[in-house]
């Protein structure tokens, strides 16, 4: 009996398809219900809010500013300490209410509870709000300019200014043939869950309970305990099922703690679901401009890279927006081995929607950079694309880039030729060469990426084996869509070798799960079904000593397979699973029990995709085909492998061609699901989807190296470059609009 490695149909699936799912919405409970009163303005002073006419709405029982939240607070939203160096940023601890000037259209500044939601947004409209309106700094280039200050107490609108410095960059460009200027700009976006992030908090007899939509319910432990100084040991944190995230719900938000807040003033439950409109708001991502010079060689070869990457925090810091600033840069050499390198990363506050993280965080913007330098220098050198990669791709693993990472284990040449081949990417090149000479306006694109992936540094994992030999999985990784908790459960059922419908997984709530970091990065997998495969040692371990106990002899005289234990020096002595289970139990003791911390490093999956895109006479592109082939280590479950292939590849399609957070000069947000377009299964292009079969595991037990985000990290390159092919023009951003792709069809008329 095996499981690791097959298509296993995920195991926990029928409440989400018969509807009985539960999300923080769905949770009944005599709640108040919260709405929030917001900025109209993109920067300016509070001068006065007026809450009475809001008291006097019908079910209305109370309203609270900046006045009674904030005293409560005994520290602010800061990043996150475990992966951002504090002392890098220049950043104020976000409140729930700004005390005296707001900073961006849509910044809440009072927080309304009633008995309904619907008198709650009646009053809302009746708090009435006097400000000073002041000249607001929506761009970055103008933020960093330091004319108009976002926040005072800084003096300065800039947080980060830090140079990635390696090799010998004068002598690169000195001996360069060539310098090829290139720009990439991501432009904003907004990830999308089908779970607006909603929170309900119950304190009662100092005891802080809360149902929360997030990614990290430990690490949100940690902060509420820090901000509201009420210690861990009174705090729950429970994750009910979660309608996606794509990190945008690894965030702390002000509306969640003026939440708490309230709960802890009224000694009442309180809840809030954000809106749609609210959701838009609270999670926007990306937002960077990369422009620099690249010094080449003829053949193609990549001397030297250097220029500035500038990148939009938004008005405040939030929990990882300093990510952004610092991997992106070291990510920029990509796979290639460039040593000569000069970048300077700057992150600027502007009085707009703060920034968050978006699924890939920071690798789709280095993997975007970098692909387009390669696509360019391709270009302006008369080259063919897959040549000037391999000239480029490191040759021997593992490789350290300039900026210390360490790239741990592939073949990148041999994939790419691999891939090149499988994916038949000549053959769609020349169909899309003959197809153009009949006036149908196809391309094709490629391009190689290197993730980041299962950032540790470490995470949980805890197995309970019952009296009758069921197994109960408890991980510290949190899915929120994935199907991961079915992954792990193919590698608990295999390191058992027991029936996998005998293993149920359970995450998220912090009271049942003693630690963990999390779901992010494309870890959980890897790190979280590593340590649960340590932990099913040990507990295999242990049976194995039970055994020994039972027949008297030393436990290396036990061997386990398929369910039985037997005794090597006599083949008749035989206890089953269930057997020694059940042993384990009738001394009183606990029984099988057993738990750790697992600690790792990152991992680095690589691969080259390919897509057809197709033109029409109004400038409208549409991906017609996505193919991927990756090297990620040990495939776990191909089946869900390959859904994060279909479902990043979905997301670069929006991306590439059709969602951009557009905001307007004061810096307000002018889309709505109306004409914010985000792609569905009609947009959807035919995928193929293939796993290196012989792949480079990684050095965690699983072998895996991550799967989650590969596609929407480097989908959105390869879609651009397969536009640019289609249209015989060059573009830098994403999304490339149908506007921007008529001018260029009509300036080639």
Known sequence: MSYVGKPVKRLYDDKFVTGKSTYVDDIRMPALYAGF?????????????????????????????????NPLLKGGIRPWPTY???????????????????????????????????????????????????????SMEEA??????????????????????????????????????????????????????????????????????????????????????IPESKIRVSMPDVGGAFGSKVHLMPEELAVVA???????????TATRSEEMLASEARHNVFTGEVAVKKDGTVLGIKGKLLLDLGAYMTVTAGIQPLIIPMMIPGPYKIRNLDLESVAVYTNTPPITMYRGASRPEATYIIERIMSTVADELGLDDVTVRE???????????????????????????????KLGYYELKKWAEEERKKGHRVGVGLAFYLEIC????????????????????????????????????????????????????????????????????????????SAAMKVAEKILDKMKRIAASTWNVDVQEVQYEKGEFRLKSDPSKRMSWDDVANLAY????????????YENDVTFPYGVHIAVVEVDDTGIARVLEYRAYDDIGKVINPALAEGQIHGGGLQAVGQALYEQALLNDNGQLIVTYADYYIPTAVEAPKFTSIFAENYHPSNYPTGSKGVGEAALIVGPAVIIRALEDAVGARFTKTPTTPEEILRAIMSKR
């Not at 006097?130 to 929506?138: A, F, I, M, N, S």
């Not at 009738?586 to 911390?597: A, M, N, Q, T, W």
């Open 391 to 421: 000239r480029n791709l490191v040759t021997e693993l593992p490789y350290t880039n300039p900026f210390g990472l360490r790239y741990d284990s592939g073949d990148y040449v041999g994939l790419l030729k691999e891939g090149v081949k």
């Open 454 to 529: 299962s950032f540790g540094p470490w995470e949980y994992a805890e197995i309970r084996v019952d009296e009758r030999g069921d197994v109960l999985v408890i991980t510290g990784t949190t899915p929120h869509g994935q199907g991961a908790e079915t992954g792990i459960a193919q590698l608990v059922a295999d390191a058992f070798q027991i029936d996998i419908n005998r293993v149920r997984v359970i995450w998220g709530d912090t009271d049942t799960v003693a630690a963990s970091m999390g779901t992010y990065g494309s870890r959980s997998i890897t790190i979280g079904g």
């Open 262 to 272: 309230s709960s802890i003033i009224l000694g009442r439950p309180v809840r809030w």
């Open 586 to 597: 009738r001394s009183h003791d606990p029984g099988l029990v057993e738990k750790l911390i």
């Open 84 to 138: 951002i160096d504090l002392k890098s940023f220049r950043y104020i601890e976000r409140k729930a209410f700004p005390e005296n000037k707001v900073k961006y259209i849509g910044e809440p500044v009072a927080i309304v509870i009633g008995q309904d939601k619907y008198s709650v947004r009646d009053a809302i409209d009746k708090v009435v709000v006097d400000y000073e309106p002041l000249k607001p700094v929506t």
């Open 144 to 229: 960093e300019k330091d004319q108009i200050i976002v926040h005072d107490e800084l003096k300065t609108n800039i947080s980060y200014k830090i140079p990635f410095k390696a090799g010998e960059i004068d002598k690169a460009f000195n001996e360069a043939d060539k310098i090829v200027k290139v720009e990439a700009i991501n432009e904003r976006l907004i990830p999308n869950p089908m779970e607006p992030r909603g929170i309900i908090a119950r304190y009662e007899g100092g005891t802080l309970s809360i149902w929360y939509s997030t990614q990290v319910p430990h690490y949100m432990r940690l902060e509420f305990s820090r901000i509201f100084g």
């Open 37 to 69: 009163v917001r900025s109209t303005y993109p920067h300016a002073y509070i001068k006065r809010i007026d809450v009475s006419d809001a008291l006097k709405v019908n079910g209305i029982v109370a309203v609270f500013t900046s006045k009674e939240i």
